[in-house]
């Protein structure tokens, strides 16, 4: 199975920073990369699909980026909603996969 | 609006059996390939099955694969997941979620229901 590893596993920032996340991949995948936000209790909630593609209704503060097996999330500046637990998850193989997850909480 | 609910979750002892299943409404359920992900608690997202849009074929991981079946009825809009043999690891929520592939061949999972829980303990 493709192994998808986040990083940092956790990352504490303030309200108005710029964050970037990681997903690196155990082969290349192209752009078959999604990314998901989670908050506790609640199912997750995609963000970006196809690497770089911003899913409808989300905020244009979170971008996307990367092929092959990099990839970053980004959020522009932070807001109070966007801590979280974020997921990137492969679609390149049909054994989808996720990554760990990275647990962002406000510094 | 587009909404997924998940239903029959609990507590069950270890080789019992439990069958979830997964309302759908808003949408036409036969239009799309589902999926069931699960997480343990504190865990992170573990993919378990697939199913296509007439329920001709499935995939499930390996963790599961002879002792979980997923299926479909339409005609009720809705999506089952059958757990034979529980064992303790598989207590977790249970999410089931519709595969997107509106963009060329990548697929996405949007939206995902609100998850059930199923605790396997004697």
């Known amino acids: 199975d493709i192994q998808l590893t986040q990083s940092p596993s956790s990352l504490s920032a303030s309200v108005g920073d710029r964050v970037t996340i990681t997903c690196r991949a155990s082969?290349?995948?192209?752009?078959?990369l999604n990314w998901y936000q989670q908050k506790p209790g609640k199912a997750p909630n995609l963000l970006i699909y196809?690497?770089?593609n911003l899913q409808s209704g989300v905020p244009a503060r979170f971008t996307g980026s990367g092929s092959g097996t990099d990839f970053t999330l980004t959020i522009s500046s932070l807001q109070p909603a966007d801590f979280a637990t974020y997921y990137c998850q492969q679609s390149y193989s049909t054994r989808y996969t996720f990554g760990q997850g990275t647990r962002l909480d406000i510094k | 609006e587009v909404q997924l609910v998940e239903s029959g979750g609990g507590l069950v002892q270890p080789g019992g059996s439990l069958r979830l299943s997964c309302a759908a409404s808003?949408?036409?359920?036969?239009?799309?390939?589902m999926h069931w992900v699960r997480q343990a608690p504190g865990k992170g997202l573990v993919w378990v099955s697939r199913i296509n849009s007439d329920g001709s074929t499935t995939n499930y991981a390996d963790s599961v694969k002879g002792r979980f079946t997923i299926s479909r009825d339409n005609a009720k809009n809705t999506l089952y997941l059958q757990m034979n043999s529980l064992r303790a690891e598989d207590t977790a929520v249970y999410f089931c979620a519709r595969d997107v592939r509106d963009y060329g061949d990548y697929d996405r999972f949007d939206p995902w229901g609100q998850g059930t829980l199923v605790t396997v303990s004697s």
């Open positions: 082969q290349s995948i192209s752009t078959y």
């Open positions: 196809a690497a770089s």
């Open positions: 808003g949408f036409t359920l036969s239009s799309n390939w």
